[in-house]
């Protein structure tokens, strides 16, 4: 069964500190691995990874895979007050074509 | 250009009651299609996906069915809705066979009273 770990749960931070969100996997014949950000309703893509060792950069959010130990981190730095948000990590396997299965979500709460 | 459209956005439904979510997309053919479940302030909890017509995989043993008579319709339902069914459901497609992002409908709020 695929499954998808997110740690930790929720964290609380400060305007400007730098944060680091973790999504470990336990999936057969990977072939992705998405990050998203939900803050309302619908969840908003922010990157997918299938290469380890590639970081993908957007501003101050960078993500990084790496799949000989099966985890990816989720780097933001500078925190605004703006990145409150549920982020989410999926994992799409290839033995189970179209399967995306997704983790707990980690809860940031950045105060001013 | 892509759309996907989820309604209603608010349903309030008494226990014992029949359900139907429904999940539209536009712009695409043949999309991988999704219903998931979100508890508050958690995770996303994969119901149902198909990746064609007629096809429907079930990832929970639960009150609640899918189908895709269309190729960009998918349709939640149950039969008879249990306190537990509450929850926000989201329906969201992807292309196929690419390494692609999924998309996201807005989101349907199933109150069971």
């Known amino acids: 069964e695929d499954k998808v770990v997110q740690s930790p749960l929720s964290l609380v931070v400060h305007e400007g500190d730098t944060v680091t969100l973790n999504c470990s996997y336990e999936?057969?014949?990977?072939?992705?691995l998405l990050w998203y950000k939900q803050e309302k309703k619908a969840p908003t893509f922010l990157f997918m990874l299938t290469s380890s060792g590639i970081e993908k950069k957007s501003g101050r959010l960078s993500s990084i895979l790496d799949k000989k130990e099966l985890f990816s981190i989720l780097n933001i730095t500078a925190t605004q007050t703006g990145d409150s948000a549920i982020y989410l990590c999926?994992?799409?396997?290839?033995?189970?074509?179209?399967?995306?299965?997704f983790g707990q979500g980690t809860i940031l709460t950045v105060h001013p | 250009s892509q759309t996907i459209h989820q309604w209603p956005a608010t349903l309030v439904q008494p226990v014992g009651s029949p359900l139907s979510l429904e999940c539209t997309v536009e712009g695409t053919s043949n999309p991988n299609l999704y219903w998931y479940r979100q508890a508050a302030g958690r995770g996303l909890q994969l119901l149902f996906y198909s990746v064609g017509i007629g096809q429907i995989s079930s990832e929970v043993p639960q009150n609640l069915s899918a189908s895709r008579p269309q190729d960009r319709q998918f349709i939640l339902s149950s039969k008879k809705l249990l306190l537990s069914d509450s929850g926000f459901y989201l329906c969201?497609?992807?292309?196929?066979?690419?390494?692609?992002?999924?998309?996201f409908g807005q989101g349907t709020r199933l109150t069971v009273v």
């Open positions: 999926a994992v799409e396997s290839g033995t189970s074509y179209g399967k995306l299965t």
């Open positions: 969201a497609w992807r292309r196929p066979r690419d390494h692609t992002e999924a998309f």
């Open positions: 999936v057969t014949n990977f072939r992705s």
